[in-house]
């Protein structure tokens, strides 16, 4: 099992730069694949990033690629997301996910469903 913790969000205005950060508990960070994703008011929950056990796989929704980054320190049991350009419609309740299982690809795991553990949030929201 695993605890999740996200911190780093905020008020900002558009245009500018955030860093999510998530935090695991327990010694077997490296064994889950990892996600981000966002859910806004009266919206579903819905996938932004997701990244390999070992960092190397990349996955992004078409609404952040090239403005978002995912990346993971498993030395540090931490996954990341810069988010750089921000725009108003990136405001939105920010969760970390873990999956334990599977093979990855950057087309996988982009449903809620397809995650074990969560993080309790954290919220964005951006300025016009």
């Known amino acids: 099992q695993v605890q999740l913790v996200e911190s780093g969000g905020g008020l900002v205005q558009a245009g500018v730069s955030l860093r999510l950060s998530c935090a695991a508990s327990g010694r077997t960070f490296d064994n889950y694949i990892m996600g981000w994703f966002r859910q806004a008011p009266g919206q579903e929950r819905e996938f932004v990033a997701s990244?390999?056990?070992?960092?190397?796989?990349?996955g992004y929704a078409d609404s952040v690629k090239g403005r978002f980054t995912i990346s993971r320190d498993n030395a540090k049991n931490t996954v990341y997301v810069q988010m750089n350009s921000l725009k108003p419609e990136d405001t939105a309740v920010y969760y970390c996910a873990a999956r334990g299982s599977g093979y990855y690809s950057s087309n996988s795991y982009r449903r809620p469903a397809d995650y074990d553990y969560w993080g309790q949030g954290t919220q964005v929201t951006v300025s016009s």
């Open positions: 990244i390999s056990r070992g960092g190397n796989g990349l």
